[in-house]
Protein backbone atom coordinates (compact mmCIF):
# COMPACT_ATOMS: atom_id res chain seq x y z
CA UNK A 1 0.00 0.00 0.00
CA UNK A 2 1.34 3.16 -1.08
CA UNK A 3 1.22 6.17 1.40
CA UNK A 4 1.50 9.90 0.20
CA UNK A 5 1.39 13.52 1.86
CA UNK A 6 2.45 14.72 -1.84
CA UNK A 7 -0.66 15.60 -3.97
CA UNK A 8 1.50 15.40 -7.26
CA UNK A 9 2.53 12.21 -6.32
CA UNK A 10 -0.16 10.76 -5.76
CA UNK A 11 -1.85 12.72 -9.32
CA UNK A 12 1.18 10.81 -11.09
CA UNK A 13 1.14 7.56 -9.58
CA UNK A 14 -3.12 7.42 -10.79
CA UNK A 15 -2.40 8.91 -13.90
CA UNK A 16 0.11 5.94 -14.56
CA UNK A 17 -2.22 3.40 -13.49
CA UNK A 18 -5.41 4.81 -16.30
CA UNK A 19 -2.65 4.97 -18.80
CA UNK A 20 -2.55 1.25 -17.82
CA UNK A 21 -6.35 1.08 -18.28
CA UNK A 22 -6.46 0.44 -14.61
CA UNK A 23 -9.79 1.23 -13.51
CA UNK A 24 -9.23 3.72 -10.11
CA UNK A 25 -12.02 3.90 -7.38
CA UNK A 26 -11.53 6.81 -4.29
CA UNK A 27 -13.21 7.50 -0.76
CA UNK A 28 -12.54 10.98 0.53
CA UNK A 29 -13.08 10.66 4.75
CA UNK A 30 -11.79 12.26 7.55
CA UNK A 31 -10.28 9.35 9.26
CA UNK A 32 -10.76 7.39 12.98
CA UNK A 33 -11.94 4.95 10.22
CA UNK A 34 -14.58 2.31 11.21
CA UNK A 35 -16.23 -0.02 9.27
CA UNK A 36 -18.76 2.29 7.89
CA UNK A 37 -15.45 3.48 5.75
CA UNK A 38 -14.20 0.06 5.83
CA UNK A 39 -17.26 -0.93 3.77
CA UNK A 40 -16.52 2.22 1.19
CA UNK A 41 -13.21 1.34 0.69
CA UNK A 42 -14.06 -2.54 -0.05
CA UNK A 43 -16.78 -1.78 -2.32
CA UNK A 44 -14.41 0.46 -4.34
CA UNK A 45 -11.78 -2.67 -4.74
CA UNK A 46 -14.65 -4.67 -5.66
CA UNK A 47 -15.37 -2.50 -8.71
CA UNK A 48 -12.15 -0.99 -9.58
CA UNK A 49 -8.59 -2.09 -10.50
CA UNK A 50 -7.32 0.28 -7.46
CA UNK A 51 -8.54 2.03 -4.70
CA UNK A 52 -7.38 5.45 -3.33
CA UNK A 53 -8.52 6.93 0.44
CA UNK A 54 -7.88 10.43 1.05
CA UNK A 55 -7.56 11.33 5.03
CA UNK A 56 -7.91 14.72 6.01
CA UNK A 57 -10.18 16.82 8.56
CA UNK A 58 -11.23 19.47 6.65
CA UNK A 59 -10.82 22.83 8.75
CA UNK A 60 -13.16 23.85 5.73
CA UNK A 61 -16.15 22.18 6.25
CA UNK A 62 -16.50 22.54 10.21
CA UNK A 63 -18.65 25.50 11.39
CA UNK A 64 -17.80 24.81 14.62
CA UNK A 65 -14.33 25.36 15.85
CA UNK A 66 -14.47 23.08 18.83
CA UNK A 67 -15.67 20.44 16.86
CA UNK A 68 -12.78 20.63 14.46
CA UNK A 69 -10.04 20.49 17.61
CA UNK A 70 -12.07 17.61 19.14
CA UNK A 71 -12.02 15.98 16.05
CA UNK A 72 -10.63 12.04 16.97
CA UNK A 73 -7.69 11.34 14.94
CA UNK A 74 -5.79 8.03 14.73
CA UNK A 75 -4.11 7.73 11.65
CA UNK A 76 -1.81 4.20 12.76
CA UNK A 77 -5.19 2.75 13.13
CA UNK A 78 -6.56 4.13 9.85
CA UNK A 79 -3.52 2.77 7.69
CA UNK A 80 -4.11 -0.94 9.36
CA UNK A 81 -7.85 -0.99 8.58
CA UNK A 82 -6.88 0.30 4.81
CA UNK A 83 -4.31 -2.09 4.32
CA UNK A 84 -6.82 -4.73 5.72
CA UNK A 85 -9.40 -3.18 3.24
CA UNK A 86 -7.11 -3.59 0.14
CA UNK A 87 -6.97 -0.58 -0.25
CA UNK A 88 -3.71 0.29 -2.96
CA UNK A 89 -2.69 4.00 -1.94
CA UNK A 90 -3.38 6.21 0.98
CA UNK A 91 -2.84 9.88 0.39
CA UNK A 92 -2.35 11.95 3.76
CA UNK A 93 -2.06 15.50 2.98
CA UNK A 94 -1.34 18.29 5.16
CA UNK A 95 -3.50 21.52 5.88
CA UNK A 96 -0.87 23.83 4.43
CA UNK A 97 -0.68 21.42 0.94
CA UNK A 98 -4.54 21.40 0.93
CA UNK A 99 -4.78 25.22 1.50
CA UNK A 100 -1.52 26.44 0.96
CA UNK A 101 -1.98 30.60 1.81
CA UNK A 102 -5.31 29.33 4.02
CA UNK A 103 -8.93 28.70 3.14
CA UNK A 104 -9.25 30.62 0.10
CA UNK A 105 -12.56 32.57 -0.13
CA UNK A 106 -15.36 30.93 -2.60
CA UNK A 107 -18.57 29.70 -2.15
CA UNK A 108 -19.78 26.73 -4.41
CA UNK A 109 -23.57 25.95 -3.95
CA UNK A 110 -25.66 23.71 -5.24
CA UNK A 111 -28.52 25.75 -3.91
CA UNK A 112 -31.79 23.59 -4.94
CA UNK A 113 -30.40 20.84 -2.26
CA UNK A 114 -29.24 23.56 0.17
CA UNK A 115 -32.39 24.96 1.68
CA UNK A 116 -32.87 22.29 5.15
CA UNK A 117 -31.34 19.99 6.92
CA UNK A 118 -27.62 20.19 7.60
CA UNK A 119 -27.28 22.96 5.05
CA UNK A 120 -29.23 25.33 7.61
CA UNK A 121 -27.65 23.66 11.11
CA UNK A 122 -24.39 23.92 9.74
CA UNK A 123 -23.86 27.48 7.43
CA UNK A 124 -21.23 27.07 5.30
CA UNK A 125 -20.85 22.94 6.15
CA UNK A 126 -21.17 22.03 2.40
CA UNK A 127 -19.41 24.75 1.10
CA UNK A 128 -16.67 23.32 2.50
CA UNK A 129 -16.87 20.07 1.86
CA UNK A 130 -17.77 20.94 -2.06
CA UNK A 131 -13.69 23.04 -1.76
CA UNK A 132 -12.39 20.25 -0.45
CA UNK A 133 -13.43 17.49 -2.96
CA UNK A 134 -12.58 20.19 -5.50
CA UNK A 135 -9.05 19.85 -4.57
CA UNK A 136 -8.90 16.10 -3.84
CA UNK A 137 -10.40 15.40 -7.50
CA UNK A 138 -7.50 17.54 -8.82
CA UNK A 139 -5.26 15.27 -7.41
CA UNK A 140 -7.30 11.68 -7.70
CA UNK A 141 -9.08 11.89 -10.96
CA UNK A 142 -10.82 8.52 -10.38
CA UNK A 143 -13.39 6.88 -12.53
CA UNK A 144 -15.51 6.16 -9.77
CA UNK A 145 -16.12 7.95 -5.66
CA UNK A 146 -17.92 6.30 -3.08
CA UNK A 147 -20.06 8.01 -0.60
CA UNK A 148 -22.05 7.21 2.38
CA UNK A 149 -25.74 7.50 2.56
CA UNK A 150 -25.31 7.82 6.28
CA UNK A 151 -24.75 11.37 5.08
CA UNK A 152 -27.83 11.13 2.26
CA UNK A 153 -27.74 15.33 1.76
CA UNK A 154 -23.64 15.06 0.85
CA UNK A 155 -24.60 12.55 -0.93
CA UNK A 156 -27.02 14.26 -3.15
CA UNK A 157 -24.86 17.64 -3.51
CA UNK A 158 -21.51 15.74 -4.59
CA UNK A 159 -23.52 14.17 -7.28
CA UNK A 160 -25.21 17.38 -8.54
CA UNK A 161 -21.94 19.00 -7.83
CA UNK A 162 -19.38 16.41 -9.93
CA UNK A 163 -22.48 16.44 -12.61
CA UNK A 164 -22.93 20.31 -12.66
CA UNK A 165 -18.71 20.91 -13.33
CA UNK A 166 -18.43 18.23 -15.34
CA UNK A 167 -15.76 16.31 -13.73
CA UNK A 168 -15.47 12.75 -15.24
CA UNK A 169 -16.25 10.41 -12.69
CA UNK A 170 -19.38 8.35 -11.21
CA UNK A 171 -20.73 9.17 -7.99
CA UNK A 172 -21.57 6.17 -5.66
CA UNK A 173 -24.01 5.85 -2.51
CA UNK A 174 -23.39 3.23 0.08
CA UNK A 175 -25.69 2.20 2.42
CA UNK A 176 -25.26 2.97 6.38
CA UNK A 177 -23.36 0.45 8.26
CA UNK A 178 -24.48 -0.02 11.63
CA UNK A 179 -23.63 -1.80 14.99
CA UNK A 180 -25.73 -4.82 15.97
CA UNK A 181 -27.82 -2.62 17.79
CA UNK A 182 -28.72 -0.28 15.12
CA UNK A 183 -26.50 2.89 16.41
CA UNK A 184 -24.73 4.44 12.96
CA UNK A 185 -21.26 4.05 13.11
CA UNK A 186 -19.58 6.99 13.28
CA UNK A 187 -16.12 8.72 14.17
CA UNK A 188 -17.75 10.83 16.60
CA UNK A 189 -19.62 7.65 18.57
CA UNK A 190 -15.97 7.91 20.05
CA UNK A 191 -16.41 10.68 21.70
CA UNK A 192 -19.66 9.44 23.23
CA UNK A 193 -19.76 8.09 27.01
CA UNK A 194 -21.65 4.68 27.50
CA UNK A 195 -24.60 5.95 28.60
CA UNK A 196 -24.74 8.61 26.19
CA UNK A 197 -24.43 5.31 23.40
CA UNK A 198 -27.37 3.66 25.06
CA UNK A 199 -29.41 6.83 24.44
CA UNK A 200 -28.12 7.61 20.80
CA UNK A 201 -30.22 4.45 19.91
CA UNK A 202 -33.06 6.38 20.15
CA UNK A 203 -31.75 8.33 16.60
CA UNK A 204 -32.33 4.83 14.84
CA UNK A 205 -35.57 3.33 16.80
CA UNK A 206 -36.91 6.92 15.84
CA UNK A 207 -36.43 6.34 12.16
CA UNK A 208 -37.33 2.86 12.36
CA UNK A 209 -40.65 4.07 14.41
CA UNK A 210 -41.52 6.41 11.33
CA UNK A 211 -40.61 4.01 8.62
CA UNK A 212 -43.58 1.28 10.65
CA UNK A 213 -45.85 4.27 10.65
CA UNK A 214 -45.17 5.01 6.90
CA UNK A 215 -45.99 0.96 5.77
CA UNK A 216 -48.18 0.26 8.31
CA UNK A 217 -50.24 3.16 5.76
CA UNK A 218 -49.90 6.37 7.22
CA UNK A 219 -49.86 9.16 4.34
CA UNK A 220 -49.35 12.20 6.72
CA UNK A 221 -45.55 13.42 7.53
CA UNK A 222 -46.72 15.15 10.26
CA UNK A 223 -48.36 12.43 12.42
CA UNK A 224 -45.12 10.22 11.49
CA UNK A 225 -42.97 13.05 12.65
CA UNK A 226 -45.33 13.32 15.99
CA UNK A 227 -44.38 9.81 16.69
CA UNK A 228 -40.50 10.33 15.63
CA UNK A 229 -40.68 13.19 17.60
CA UNK A 230 -41.88 11.60 21.17
CA UNK A 231 -39.06 8.88 21.00
CA UNK A 232 -36.61 11.30 20.69
CA UNK A 233 -38.04 13.54 23.75
CA UNK A 234 -38.13 10.57 25.85
CA UNK A 235 -34.65 11.00 26.60
CA UNK A 236 -33.42 14.39 28.41
CA UNK A 237 -30.05 13.61 26.88
CA UNK A 238 -31.10 14.36 23.55
CA UNK A 239 -31.51 18.05 22.44
CA UNK A 240 -33.48 17.42 18.66
CA UNK A 241 -31.26 19.79 15.83
CA UNK A 242 -33.61 18.55 13.15
CA UNK A 243 -36.06 15.85 12.27
CA UNK A 244 -37.49 16.25 8.85
CA UNK A 245 -39.49 13.62 6.26
CA UNK A 246 -38.56 15.20 2.61
CA UNK A 247 -38.40 13.61 -1.11
CA UNK A 248 -35.72 11.57 -0.87
CA UNK A 249 -34.52 12.53 -4.61
CA UNK A 250 -35.31 16.49 -4.37
CA UNK A 251 -34.99 17.12 -0.59
CA UNK A 252 -38.28 19.22 -1.36
CA UNK A 253 -41.47 19.32 1.65
CA UNK A 254 -44.06 16.79 1.21
CA UNK A 255 -47.64 17.44 2.25
CA UNK A 256 -48.64 13.76 1.09
CA UNK A 257 -46.35 10.73 1.63
CA UNK A 258 -45.39 9.12 -1.67
CA UNK A 259 -42.24 7.93 -3.76
CA UNK A 260 -38.98 7.90 -2.60
CA UNK A 261 -39.44 9.59 1.13
CA UNK A 262 -36.36 10.26 3.30
CA UNK A 263 -36.41 10.44 7.18
CA UNK A 264 -33.80 12.06 8.69
CA UNK A 265 -32.43 13.29 12.02
CA UNK A 266 -29.45 15.56 13.63
CA UNK A 267 -29.24 15.53 17.28
CA UNK A 268 -26.82 16.43 20.04
CA UNK A 269 -26.07 14.41 22.98
CA UNK A 270 -24.02 16.89 25.26
CA UNK A 271 -21.52 18.15 22.79
CA UNK A 272 -21.37 15.40 20.32
CA UNK A 273 -23.55 16.01 16.96
CA UNK A 274 -24.59 12.81 15.64
CA UNK A 275 -26.92 12.28 11.96
CA UNK A 276 -29.04 9.38 10.89
CA UNK A 277 -31.47 9.05 8.03
CA UNK A 278 -33.50 5.85 6.53
CA UNK A 279 -35.64 5.96 3.13
CA UNK A 280 -38.23 4.29 2.49
CA UNK A 281 -40.30 3.75 -0.41
CA UNK A 282 -43.82 4.59 0.04
CA UNK A 283 -46.57 2.25 -2.91
P1 LIG B 1 -16.20 10.99 7.19
O1 LIG B 1 -14.87 10.43 7.52
O2 LIG B 1 -17.15 11.05 8.33
O3 LIG B 1 -16.10 12.29 6.41
O4 LIG B 1 -16.86 9.97 6.18
C1 LIG B 1 -16.21 9.58 5.00
C2 LIG B 1 -17.18 8.80 4.16
O5 LIG B 1 -17.59 7.64 4.87
C3 LIG B 1 -18.46 9.60 3.83
O6 LIG B 1 -18.83 9.32 2.49
C4 LIG B 1 -19.44 9.05 4.81
O7 LIG B 1 -20.78 9.16 4.39
C5 LIG B 1 -19.01 7.59 4.88
N1 LIG B 1 -19.50 6.98 6.12
C6 LIG B 1 -19.29 7.40 7.40
N2 LIG B 1 -19.94 6.61 8.28
C7 LIG B 1 -20.58 5.67 7.55
C8 LIG B 1 -21.44 4.58 7.87
N3 LIG B 1 -21.77 4.29 9.12
N4 LIG B 1 -21.91 3.82 6.85
C9 LIG B 1 -21.59 4.11 5.56
N5 LIG B 1 -20.79 5.13 5.20
C10 LIG B 1 -20.30 5.90 6.17
Request: net charge negative; aromatic share 8%.
Amino acid sequence: MIVSKDPNEVREQILSWKSQKLSVGFAPTMGFLHEGHANLFVRSSSENSKTVVSIFVNPAQFNDPEDYAKYPVNTEGDLEICKKSKVDLVFLPEKDTMYPGGIPEVELKIPHLMKNLDAITRPGHFEGVLLVLSRLFHSIPADRSYFGKKDYQQYLIVKDFVKALGFPMEIIGVDTVRSPEGLALSSRNARLTDSEKEEALLLSRALRLGESQIRGGEKDPQEVLNVMKDVLDSSSKITTDYLEILNADTLEELHILKGEVLLAVAAFLGQVRLIDNITVRVS
